[in-house]
Nanobody
Framework: QVQLVESGGGLVQPGGSLRLSCAAS?????MSWYRQAPGKERELVAT???????YYKDSVKGRFTISRDNARNTADLQMNNLKPEDTAVYYC??????????WGQGTQVTVSS
């Protein structure tokens, strides 16, 4: 079993920045960030593999950057130029080589003036 713990959410004004961090209890193949806004389905925001291959949702390309530190088993999401539509609960997601999946508890990000 892998434990994922997120941190770094909060309230920020439009155009501002936040950095989310996800700490895994042990090494994991790929790590991702999902988000879920009220009344909407959970959606994939960004993914990074253990070889630093990345994927981004179109609406966050150029604004968000996902990175990982394999030595510390962490994955960060740097979010710049935040927009009100980025408001959501952000979840860390991990997948092992064998396909086991894990979720963090979520952290709230609110973009509002």
């Amino acid at each position: 079993q892998v434990q994922l713990v997120e941190s770094g959410g909060g309230l920020v004004q439009p155009g501002g920045s936040l950095r989310l961090s996800c700490a895994a209890s042990r090494s994991i193949f790929s790590m991702s960030w999902y988000r879920q806004a009220p009344g909407k389905e959970r959606e994939l925001v960004a993914t990074i593999s253990n070889r630093d291959i990345t994927y981004y949702k179109d609406s966050v390309k150029g604004r968000f950057t996902i990175s990982r530190d394999n030595a510390r088993n962490t994955a960060d999401l740097q979010m710049n130029n935040l927009k009100p539509e980025d408001t959501a609960v952000y979840y860390c997601y991990g997948r092992s080589v064998l396909g086991s999946t894990y979720w963090g508890q979520g952290t709230q990000v609110t973009v509002s003036s």
